[in-house]
């Protein structure tokens, strides 16, 4: 059973993935886009906005009104066989990670009802923490996984990388996964017992 001290250890760990999750949310720098030298330009496009160094200003993104659909036909022609629909895409990977944030609050709800409750809470808290700590990373997986798609399929974005919030949101995951993993062996295989603090 997983003891109190065990629960505040979890919270911190989930406190930090989650910072990087919101880091991913908010930070516009999913896909980058720098010209080469002289002349330095940069475009970084985040979940919801286009940030340009050549117009110094954000704008939504993507818009309609400014052709960003226009880029849904594939980098590879029709005839390759793949698809992308970029506005959609990119708007569903937006909410996908937006559910995700809330299901982290869900997380952190979950983790002070354990700690300030009884030991009934503490013996068997960790298998409500699971599923909701595996729909958190599962949510931003999908979101990845979305925006890499549209990113290697769209003309849009040739002679782009992957920026940082990218990296941030696949950290993200990459350790809720290994934490739920780590609970979960914990919970079966740790020390008996539960240990208040004093």
């Known amino acids: 059973m997983p003891t109190r001290n065990a629960y505040i250890a979890i919270t911190a760990i989930f406190l930090v993935i989650f910072g990087f999750q919101l880091a991913s949310l908010f930070e516009p720098k ?8 002289p002349y330095h330009t940069e475009a970084n496009y985040g979940l919801f906005q286009k940030c340009s160094t050549l117009t110094g200003d954000c704008r939504r993104f993507p818009q ?3 052709g960003d659909c226009d880029h849904d036909k594939s980098s590879f022609g029709e005839k390759s066989g793949r698809w992308v629909n970029l506005c959609l895409e990119w708007r569903v990977a937006a909410g996908v990670a937006v559910a995700s944030s809330i299901v982290g609050l869900w997380v952190f709800a979950l983790l002070g009802t354990v700690l300030y409750t009884g030991d009934r809470w503490l013996a068997n808290g960790w298998k409500y923490v699971l599923g909701p700590v595996g729909i958190f990373a599962g949510l931003q997986i999908v979101a990845m996984g979305l925006i890499a798609h549209t990113t290697q399929n769209s003309a849009m974005f040739a002679y782009h990388h992957y920026g940082p919030s990218f990296i941030f949101t696949n950290v993200s995951w990459g350790l809720a996964a290994v934490l739920a993993v ?6 079966r295989y740790g020390t008996q017992g539960s240990i208040a603090l004093e």
């Open 30 to 37: 999913w896909v980058q886009f720098k010209g080469p030298e």
């Open 182 to 187: 780590g609970v979960a062996l914990f919970a």
């Open 64 to 66: 309609k009104s400014w």
